[in-house]
């Protein structure tokens, strides 16, 4: 059975940090990318991270591109997302899933319930 819990999230101020952690269990980051999305009330879904499973390659959202960082640790089957420098137009849930396909064309399988993100004053 897939599974994948995110944590992390939390109350920010604008310019600062958080580091989200999404635990899965069900499949291995040797056959399946992971990637990250997000969702504002109001908006659409929208992609913002992505790690492949051949070669740890990262994919970024343009807007979060030298801000974020995607990494994974095989051993705790946990995927990370750094947010450093977090603007209010971060706010979002934060959903962490499991890529069926590649980074660059697959879809968002199964996900967890997500971890809300608040960047505000």
């Known amino acids: 059975q897939v599974q994948l819990v995110e944590s992390g999230g939390g109350l920010v101020q604008p310019g600062g940090s958080l580091r989200l952690s999404c635990t899965f269990s069900?499949?291995?980051?040797?056959?399946?990318?992971i990637g990250w999305f997000r969702q504002a009330p109001g908006a659409e879904r929208e992609g913002v991270s992505c790690?492949?499973?051949?070669?740890?390659?990262?994919y970024y959202l343009d807007s979060v591109k030298g801000r974020f960082s995607i990494y994974r640790d095989n051993g705790k089957n946990t995927v990370y997302l750094q947010m450093n420098s977090l603007t209010p137009e971060d706010t979002a849930r934060y959903y962490c899933?499991?890529?069926?396909?590649?980074?660059?064309?697959?879809?968002?399988?199964?996900w967890g319930q997500g971890t809300q993100v608040t960047v505000s004053s």
């Open positions: 899933a499991r890529v069926d396909g590649s980074c660059q064309d697959g879809t968002f399988g199964s």
């Open positions: 069900g499949f291995t980051l040797d056959y399946y990318a």
């Open positions: 790690i492949s499973s051949s070669n740890g390659m990262a």
